[in-house]
């Protein structure tokens, strides 16, 4: 007698007379990814740098001179520009003009432009973890390579050792 049970997914499992239980974990339990530390991957890193690197240089022009205009913000932050425009305008209070960008707050404009900094520094951090990371994963492909080939010459003296005594033996 075959009876029939709904899973969870709605999957029907058919038995034959028990009653047990079938258990399948999902599949994803069985193959995991691998851990990825929540990194951005390295060209990401370097938009993401050169971006907060530029919206330093139109904040430092902003504080200088309180105005900067279109032509001068495109000059210094190239095709950033528009989204460095509104950033500072959402974050920092800005007023935005058909010719360019204004903004009087200092204490917006050096909190914004010490937040950039702090980011620039943590990429340049993880930039730097990355590079380490490959080096030593490098150094590790070496001393792989080189027991591989200790344990290859070990198999091979102990196959012509074999032999020898085989040999010897013979006489």
Same mark, same amino acid.
């Given at each position: 007698?075959?009876?029939?049970?709904?899973?969870?997914?709605?999957?029907?499992?058919?038995?034959?007379?028990?009653?047990?239980?079938?258990?399948?974990?999902?599949?994803?339990?069985?193959?995991?990814?691998?851990?990825?530390?929540? $990194?951005?991957?390295?060209? =990401?890193?370097? /938009?993401?740098?050169? #971006? +907060?690197?530029?919206?330093? %240089?139109?904040?430092? *022009?902003?504080?200088?001179?309180?105005?900067?205009?279109?032509?001068?913000?495109?000059?210094?932050?190239?095709?950033?520009?528009?989204?460095?425009?509104?950033?500072?305008?959402?974050?920092?209070?800005?007023?935005?003009?058909?010719?360019?960008?204004?903004?009087?707050?200092?204490?917006?404009?050096?909190?914004?432009?010490?937040?950039?900094?702090? $980011?620039?520094?943590?990429? =340049?951090?993880? /930039?730097?973890?990355? #590079? +380490?990371?490959?080096?030593? %994963?490098?150094?590790? *492909?070496?001393?792989?390579?080189?027991?591989?080939?200790?344990?290859?010459?070990?198999?091979?003296?102990?196959?012509?050792?074999?032999?020898?005594?085989?040999?010897?033996?013979?006489?």
């Amino acid at each position: 007698m075959a009876s029939h049970r709904r899973r969870r997914n709605d999957q029907i499992i058919i038995t034959q007379g028990s009653n047990r239980t079938h258990h399948h974990r999902p599949i994803n339990e069985y193959h995991r990814e691998p851990a990825t530390y929540n $990194r951005k991957p390295i060209q =990401e890193m370097n /938009e993401s740098k050169r #971006k +907060l690197i530029a919206t330093v %240089k139109v904040i430092d *022009i902003l504080l200088e001179q309180k105005r900067i205009s279109n032509d001068q913000g495109t000059s210094v932050s190239g095709g950033y520009w528009f989204d460095i425009k509104m950033s500072i305008r959402d974050k920092c209070h800005a007023d935005i003009y058909k010719d360019g960008l204004s903004c009087i707050f200092q204490e917006s404009l050096l909190s914004y432009k010490e937040k950039c900094i702090d $980011r620039i520094s943590n990429i =340049e951090q993880q /930039e730097h973890e990355s #590079k +380490l990371d490959e080096k030593y %994963k490098l150094v590790n *492909i070496k001393y792989v390579k080189r027991a591989y080939i200790i344990s290859i010459i070990s198999i091979i003296t102990s196959i012509v050792s074999m032999i020898i005594s085989a040999i010897a033996i013979a006489r």
